[in-house]
DNA sequence: TCTCTTTCGCTACGAGTCGTAGCGTAACTG
DNA sequence: CAGTTACGCTACGACTCGTAGCGAAAGAGA
């Protein structure tokens, strides 16, 4: 689960400095804010954050591997709170998900270190864990309360339950991301209400015919 | 509509090698498929495609310019055969667009330059002319032959009407992209029926309801 | 044919970044 | 106290960047 350099296995020997990794990734965040993924170095970020660059380097093997541990924090924040009914929990999730990605850090870095991961299978198994499977969790908690409420029907597959569940993920996340990122229009309740009612129209006539 | 630094606008003198256009854009996808985005350099492309390095620079003003124009030429292939339902014509092109991801070169470069356009205005715009409209063809020339056939009801209000363009879009493209190049799974004939079907149950729902 | 203009290949350059190595010092363990 | 590890600092070779300057090549117009 950590993209961090381990610190040494034996025991002994003078710790980490742990304020080192919040200042770190701090300072990796604003440097994204300002400079954006290419301009970024970890010379400035280790100047930000008031550490030698060689610290750096004995903690992550780079700057994709940095920059997801710095952006994946921030994906902590996704929450599902139960609003009611699975039209206003798509809603929700949506929302926050383009809030998410309305800030320029996320903005910038989310792209860069998938670009960077398709030639990097290492680094896309960090993503996978770090990033993405945060967000998956929304989805199937979302489904689970929504089967609970009576909306969706129990489905007694398991394998075709996980593969419906991959792709309204994919639909989901990939529809906000393209609109927020390559169309660059803003992820407003307006749109999430249209897509929600699109979904929705689209789970029901999934669902009655396997 | 181009990227290209045009050549000087006064005339005579010696016009521009066209064929090393040609060469350098070639070149371009192919350092893109044995180096990947990020470790690119506009050096390495000048000494393949076989001209100096400061022809690239009167030519282009960036890696992230060259590479939208030399990914653009890709999406040329991409057309919208009638096969006869909307159905089929939604599964073609997904299957069309999945297999331009599914290249190497276009893999790593439409993250990387989409990635970059976050804090590049101009370079945004490119894309959208050069790429992104390109996909988006496909969906109103989708929409136009399934109203001609009845297959979806004409809509009377061209700003809804465009609305409703654009989501479709966003979740086409953003569902694709976002399953071959983050969940990183196959966009194969099945995925592309689950993901039809899903598509137009919420398209009857979306229309029946304005 | 001669002149003007622009592009081309080539070389060279300062500036900046990369990732690493070496060193002395600080911090914690047994 | 001795042993071990992390830290800050400096320095380094290798590489890339984007530009400048040069002479030669290739057309347009007189």
């Known amino acids: 689960m950590q993209s961090r350099i381990p610190p040494s296995a034996r025991t002994g020997g003078r710790p980490r400095n742990a304020a080192a990794d919040t200042a770190i990734l701090e300072s990796t965040r604003q440097a994204l804010v300002d400079l954006g993924w ?18 750096l380097y004995r903690r992550w093997a780079g700057k994709s591997e940095l920059v997801v541990d710095a952006v994946a924090e921030l994906f902590d924040e996704l929450e599902l ?12 999730v949506v929302l926050q998900f383009a809030a998410l990605l309305g800030r320029p850090e996320t903005k910038t870095a989310l792209m860069a270190v998938v670009a960077e991961s398709t030639s990097d299978e290492p680094l896309r198994e960090r993503i996978r864990t770090s ?4 967000q998956k969790r929304l989805v199937l908690a979302g489904r689970k309360r929504a089967q609970e409420r009576g909306e969706l029907p ?8 996980g593969h419906t569940a991959d792709l309204i993920f ?9 609109r927020a990122l390559v ?3 803003p992820v407003d309740e307006e749109w999430a209400h249209r897509f929600t009612l699109l979904l929705l129209g689209g789970l029901a006539a999934a669902t009655s015919r396997p």
Chains 1, 2 share one sequence.
């Open 154 to 161: 129990p489905e007694p597959d398991p394998a075709a339950a």
């Open 81 to 92: 709170p139960d609003r009611g009914s699975l039209a206003a929990d798509i809603e929700g």
């Open 170 to 178: 994919d639909v989901i996340a990939g529809a906000v991301v393209h």
């Open 131 to 134: 990033i993405v499977d945060r």
């Open 183 to 185: 169309s660059a229009e």
């Open 38 to 55: 290419s301009k970024l170095t970890l010379g400035d970020v280790a100047a930000r954050a008031g550490v030698a660059k060689t610290t």
